[in-house]
């Protein structure tokens, strides 16, 4: 029996029926989200796993609960927020595996110690802890360990993996335009080990956060360096108990029996009129309930533009695995908005990127140098901002790093496939019919001879001359002098405000305030800001294909893996980026990244 086919009509109304529902639902979170908040409560803020930098562009769907976890952003905003808030009585961070970047724990140590400064205490409670999350935790009020977990405190690992014997196996190799010995990033697809470059950069780098981490335990818990060095490599594992003998915590408690504590105290304050539901908000809640970030005091607004993880030149070529990715469409979007809101007098583009595509990074560069002819810009790094992420902070008046930012990274690398042993496994046979000398020079299906890899090497060096010219043009550097620093070296933060690279040492808050006199805003008051990438609307997400929605509808597939997450979201970049005549990639990227495990 044949199925009756619904008319275009029908269809329609039936669409029409779903967006009322779904506007409907919509509004009434909305107004659900927003009610009023306790007169008095403690703010908990939930932190584990990576911290994203910002909150993705898909918004908030009313038919899906809203459990996104909160971004590095909305959590050093919140609380700012919280400091001012005269109902916050406190902040409560639930840690519970953080397993993010090294700069990322500064950033949210100075956050808490503003917070702190403000009046308001702030307590951590650790559950599965390890180093970063103790880390984070010493400069709180109070440190509560949970009763029956252990922290795993052992230190720092820098894990390199390299896939050329692998792929020798299935028989794919590359062929590397490599400019200096420095940039390392095409040494996981050509080596079988690490150079002694690329070992010497990732042990500086251990060495900044290492010192950084024990010297946080040091003035925050009051160990020496050399006791919790110890603590280190002789105890690794310690219960909660252990934990507060040595220090480290304050208290060890079951987290319902710390929470029904809280709502004790609470309860004796306020004459037992307090509901226990009132005594903890939540971070989603409250993010919902205030305005975003701070109230202002003026009408004029700076601009905060996110460039958040690989460059690309289009969103189709996002690597497989990640959730964020930048292209240009999306930077000049973005630029030609704040530009054209006449209220915005500033614009802070905030760096979150080991670079990518080297021509989308010259592109957006010159984007972000059109704009600061009309408008200030100053550039904001947070964990990483290297290669072309170092290269689109040069548009700035100011660049701003923290001082574990990893940067600089300037130079590039390009990598050639080539298939020929894996032409024979499979017996691929082939022939080819080629009008020109060099028309099967540059194919996948062999290697280049001598002759086309020296065109290789040329054309490689064209774009490393110009990201040296681009460089000593915006630090006012003279050639040399750039050269001395380039090569492909990274930098921490700190150390790229020593050799110039760098304006100063600061946050995102920093760079706002920088921004502010930049811009003529009177110092004394308090601009609005407005954040770009702008969030999609429901309509625009749902009818635009919904790929977010698409995920968290079937989420629950492959699971993802934190091994080699950068070599191989390289790899996987290195075959979707733009292709070109023989499948070379040029690259303007950080290899790898470091954080505490």
Not at 364 to 373: K, T, Y
Not at 377 to 401: E, H, T
Request: charged share 25%; net charge neutral.
């Amino acid at each position: 029996m044949r199925k009756k086919k619904l008319s275009a009509g029908k269809v329609g109304c039936l669409v029409i029926v779903i967006l009322l529902i779904v506007a409907v639902i919509g509004i009434f979170r909305l107004f659900s989200a927003q009610r009023s908040l306790p007169e008095s409560f403690v703010l908990t803020l939930e932190l584990s796993g990576d911290l994203a930098e910002t909150a993705g562009p898909e918004p908030q769907l009313p038919f899906i609960p809203g459990d996104e976890p909160l971004s590095l952003q909305d959590i050093v905003f919140l609380l700012q927020r919280a400091g001012e808030d005269s109902r916050v009585r406190s902040v409560l961070l639930d840690v519970n595996g953080l397993g993010t970047a090294s700069a990322k724990i500064q950033q949210l140590q100075r956050a808490v110690e503003k917070t702190r400064k403000a009046g308001k205490p702030v307590n951590a409670f650790l559950r599965n802890a390890s180093d970063q999350d103790v880390w984070l935790g010493s400069v709180c009020d109070t440190v509560i360990a949970e009763r029956g977990n252990v922290l795993l405190l052992d230190g720092l690992r820098a894990e390199l993996l390299f896939f050329t014997g692998t792929l020798e196996k299935l028989g794919v190799s590359f062929q590397a335009a490599q400019w200096s010995a420095w940039k390392s990033g095409v040494e996981p697809f050509t080596r079988f080990g690490a150079s002694p470059q690329y070992r010497r950069q990732v042990e500086t780098t251990l060495d900044s956060v290492y010192a950084a981490y024990t010297a946080s335990m040091t003035g925050g818990r009051g160990i020496a360096p050399e006791a919790y060095r110890d603590i280190i490599d002789r105890k690794t594992l310690l219960s909660a108990g252990e934990a507060k003998k040595l220090g480290i915590v304050d208290e060890v408690s079951g987290r319902w029996e710390y929470l029904e504590k809280v709502k004790r105290s609470f309860s004796g304050e306020n004459g037992g009129k307090e509901k226990n539901d009132d005594v903890f908000v939540g971070g989603r809640r409250y993010r919902a309930a205030v305005s975003r970030p701070v109230p202002s005091s003026s009408k004029e607004r700076i601009a905060v533009i996110t460039a958040s993880g690989s460059i690309v030149r289009s969103a189709g070529g996002m690597p497989a695995g990640s959730e964020q990715g930048f292209d240009e469409e999306t930077l000049r979007r973005s630029v030609q908005s704040a530009l054209d809101d006449e209220s915005v007098k500033a614009i802070v583009l905030r760096i979150d990127s080991p670079g990518g595509d080297a021509l989308a990074s010259a592109n957006m560069l010159q984007i972000l140098d059109s704009a600061r002819v009309k408008k200030p810009v100053v550039s904001s790094m947070s964990s990483v901002a290297a290669s072309g992420g170092y290269m689109i902070a040069l548009a700035a008046d100011s660049i701003f790093a923290e001082p574990l930012t990893v940067t600089g990274s300037i130079g590039v690398y390009a990598l050639k496939p080539e298939i020929s042993k894996l032409r024979e496994k499979i017996a691929l046979d082939r022939e080819v019919l080629t009008r020109g000398r060099n028309a099967d020079a540059f194919t996948f299906f062999k290697p280049l001879d001598e002759e086309g890899m020296a065109k290789f090497m040329e054309a490689t060096g064209w774009i490393y001359d110009d990201f040296l010219a681009k460089v000593a043009r915006s630090r006012k550097m003279k050639q040399e002098e750039v050269e001395a620093l380039a090569g492909g070296r990274v930098w921490v933060g700190a150390a790229a405000v020593e050799n110039g690279l760098v304006d100063r040492i600061g946050g995102l808050q920093e760079a706002i305030r920088a921004a502010q006199s930049l811009g003529g805003i009177d110092s004394a008051a308090v601009p609005g800001l407005i954040f770009y990438p702008e969030s999609q609307g429901v309509m625009e997400y749902l009818l635009g294909g919904a790929p977010g929605l698409r995920s968290r509808l079937f989420e629950g597939g492959l699971p993802e893996s934190g091994l080699a997450d950068r070599s191989l979201r390289t790899l996987d970049l290195l075959m979707r980026l733009e292709r070109r005549p023989g499948g070379m990639y040029r690259m303007t990227m950080l290899p790898y990244e470091l954080r505490i495990e």
